[in-house]
């Protein structure tokens, strides 16, 4: 059974900083691209930051320079870094694991973490 645990939202202030983890059970972790999605509400849910397995990243434009993403495939966990945080960046955040081996993909849900950013 595949799960995909989040952790580390909450309230900050504008400015401040929050750490979310992922943790992965039930997956060869160090084979999936981990990316981590934001959806605030009336929103489409959409890719924040990703990383792939072999370690490259993106990131969505309004999070470049204060968002980083990375993973630790011996604790099977993936981890989004947010400083700089503005009230835009409300939502909540929900990790994604996902493989393609063609013709089938693996794409798998955590629940999702609320992150809330207001003085």
């Known amino acids: 059974q595949v799960q995909l645990v989040e952790s580390g939202g909450g309230l900050a202030q504008p400015g401040g900083s929050l750490r979310l983890s992922c943790a992965a059970s039930?997956?060869?972790?160090?084979?999936?691209?981990m990316g981590w999605y934001h959806q605030a509400p009336g929103k489409q849910r959409e890719l924040v930051a990703g990383i792939t397995s072999g370690g490259r990243t993106n990131y969505v434009d309004s999070v470049k320079g204060r968002f980083t993403i990375s993973r630790d495939n011996a604790k099977n966990t993936v981890y989004l870094q947010m400083n700089s945080l503005k009230p835009e960046d409300t939502a909540v955040y929900y990790c994604?694991?996902?493989?393609?081996?063609?013709?089938?993909?693996?794409?798998?849900w955590g629940q999702g973490t609320q992150v809330t950013v207001s003085s």
């Open positions: 039930g997956i060869i972790f160090n084979i999936y691209d």
């Open positions: 994604n694991a996902k493989l393609r081996r063609l013709p089938d993909l693996y794409d798998y």
